[in-house]
């Protein structure tokens, strides 16, 4: 069964930047419409930044001028560009993608950004 494999969280100063990927772990699986979700202690999971096979792109309001998604279709991978990051986008991030017509979680991956 496919997964989705994330990478590139961890711990950043207020202001840093991190960039986080998503990759399918079987070749020949291809991600279609792709996102970015997260979820902090005690909030419910809420979507980050979304992108179709085709690139286009819509980002929730908080994200939008700091995070950048964008997939590298020969590669098979979505990848979040998060920059000016804050205490607040402390969370674990979680990749959702369709992959050969099924929906798809990644297991999350920790963002924590110390004041």
């Known amino acids: 069964q496919v997964q989705l494999v994330e990478s590139g969280g961890g711990l950043v100063q207020a202001g840093g930047s991190l960039r986080l990927s998503c990759a399918a772990s079987i070749r020949g699986f291809i991600i279609d419409a792709a996102g970015w979700y997260r979820q902090a202690p005690g909030k419910q999971r809420e979507l980050v930044a979304h992108i179709t096979r085709g690139g286009y792109t819509n980002y929730a309001d908080s994200m939008k001028g700091r995070f950048t998604i964008s997939r590298d279709n020969a590669k098979n991978t979505v990848n979040l560009q998060m920059n000016s990051l804050k205490p607040e986008d402390t969370a674990v991030y979680y990749c959702?993608?369709?992959?050969?017509?099924?929906?798809?979680w990644g297991q999350g991956t920790q963002v924590t950004v110390d004041s």
């Open positions: 959702n993608a369709h992959v050969n017509g099924v929906n798809y």
